[in-house]
């Protein structure tokens, strides 16, 4: 985390927060390429960085994702680097969050970084007798979805907590940033 930040940094661009449903996202395919035994960016059921994101409730209109293995983790980030398909999606200023698994399988690091945009980040989604949506934000966020019932911002701590009620398997919630953009859609299934 601190060699990408670091590099974006001297940049000129922002530092990445962690997303834990990025991290959750990183790590299942980075499982499947090492179980596959193959480097691909094509997951479990030919699924995509997108698919795999919004599987783990990972937020943002745009994803990226790099992958790779090498002897040690500084040979890895420094081919990212020099690669200049690899070195475009670590330097994309899109990117505000990022999810990192880094697993060393024969003495091998297997590397999977999957990167989103958007103002939510790290978003949990609990049903018991209501619909609980609890996360971290960068920006005060704007939310919209008529099933919206309570809405709870710590500005202290830039963490929000919604409560949905809804009769139906699926709802989405719209969040917007200062300038009136939509910036994240929170997709719920059930």
Request: glycine share 6%; net charge neutral; aromatic share 14%.
């Amino acid at each position: 985390m601190d060699l990408i930040n670091n590099y974006r940094e001297s940049k000129g661009l922002n530092v990445l927060k962690i997303s834990t449903n990025l991290n959750n996202s990183a790590e299942y395919q980075n499982n499947y390429m090492i179980e596959a035994n193959k480097i691909t960016h094509k997951g479990l059921n030919k699924s995509s960085v997108q698919d795999r994101a919004l599987l783990f409730h990972a937020t943002g209109y745009n994803f990226g994702e790099i992958i790779g293995y090498s002897p040690s983790i500084e040979e890895l980030f420094q081919g990212w680097k020099d690669s200049e398909s690899h070195n475009k999606v670590l330097l994309d200023s899109r990117w505000t969050w990022i999810g990192i698994s880094i697993i060393k399988q024969n003495n091998i690091y297997v590397g999977v970084i999957n990167f989103s945009s958007g103002i939510l980040g790290s978003v949990t989604i609990k049903k018991d007798q209501e619909i609980k949506i609890e996360g971290e934000y960068i920006e005060r966020p704007v939310f919209d979805n008529k099933f919206i019932e309570r809405l709870y911002i710590n500005e202290d701590l830039n963490r929000f907590e919604i409560y949905v009620k809804t009769a139906f398997n699926n709802t989405f919630i719209y969040c917007y940033d200062k300038k009136n953009k939509i910036t994240d859609r929170i997709d719920i299934f059930f």
